[in-house]
């Protein structure tokens, strides 16, 4: 989405258009279909609906949507299960093993 909109907000048709064969197909059935369509389609940039999109889009983080599906993925797959809690790394005293009294 995030590419779309760079290519309409530069008024690049070529790219758009190929953005759009591209994804299309895959963009078809999905939620953001409608969103899709808006920022695909020529013209629209300047369109309200377009900039209520691109902000929607611009406020999500990339990594935490894919983290969320990625956690939820987990879950679905194995339920019950739990990742085992990472182990705590040792303080360190400063004193060398060496020079520590027994």
């Known amino acids: 989405m995030r590419g779309a909109i760079a290519y309409a ?3 690049d048709a070529i790219g758009l258009d190929r953005f759009r064969e ?19 389609t020529p013209l ?3 369109s309200t609906e377009f900039e209520g999109i691109a ?4 406020a999500t983080s990339t990594l935490d949507a894919f983290l969320r599906d990625l956690r939820a993925r987990d879950a679905d797959t194995t339920p019950g ?5 990472a182990a705590a790394p040792q ?5 060398p093993r060496s020079q520590k009294a027994s």
Do not use: H, I, N
């Open 9 to 11: 907000l530069a008024e």
């Open 91 to 95: 303080p360190q005293s400063g004193v």
């Open 55 to 58: 902000k929607q889009v611009v």
């Open 22 to 40: 591209k994804y299309a197909a895959k963009m078809s059935d999905g939620p953001d279909r409608r969103a899709f369509e808006v920022v695909t």
């Open 81 to 85: 299960t739990a990742a085992p809690p």
């Open 44 to 46: 629209r940039a300047a």
